[in-house]
């Protein structure tokens, strides 16, 4: 068992920046992958960032280059520092880990909103 607190959302102007925090309860070295996804209301949940044994990192086209996903071992910890923030990026933006293949983990979310 994994659990996993986020931390970091609010509420923020347009071009505005914050950065989501999320807290694992045991290591998340080599775990097989690990990331942020987010639900907007009436949406369906989906992937933001995402980093695949420690080393491949893939974003969603709507936030390459203003989003990055960062981790920090030596903590259990996973960030996502999110930059130039638009209205479409609001949503509730959850961590997931996946330790192994059937084996995977969500926190309970944070919610993101930006105002135009």
């Known amino acids: 068992q994994v659990q996993l607190v986020e931390s970091g959302g609010g509420l923020v102007q347009a071009g505005g920046s914050l950065r989501l925090s999320c807290a694992a309860s045991?290591?998340?070295?080599?775990?097989?992958?690990m990331g942020w996804y987010r639900q907007a209301p009436g949406k369906q949940r989906e992937l933001v960032a995402r980093?695949?044994?420690?080393?491949?990192?893939v974003y969603a086209d709507s936030v390459k280059g203003r989003f990055t996903i960062s981790t920090d071992n030596a903590k259990n910890m996973m960030y996502l520092q999110m930059n130039s923030l638009k209205p479409e990026d609001t949503a509730v933006y959850y961590c997931?880990?996946?330790?192994?293949?059937?084996?995977?983990?969500w926190g309970q979310g944070t919610q993101v909103t930006v105002s135009s």
């Open positions: 045991r290591s998340i070295f080599r775990v097989n992958a």
């Open positions: 980093i695949i044994s420690g080393t491949t990192t």
């Open positions: 997931n880990i996946r330790v192994v293949v059937g084996s995977e983990y």
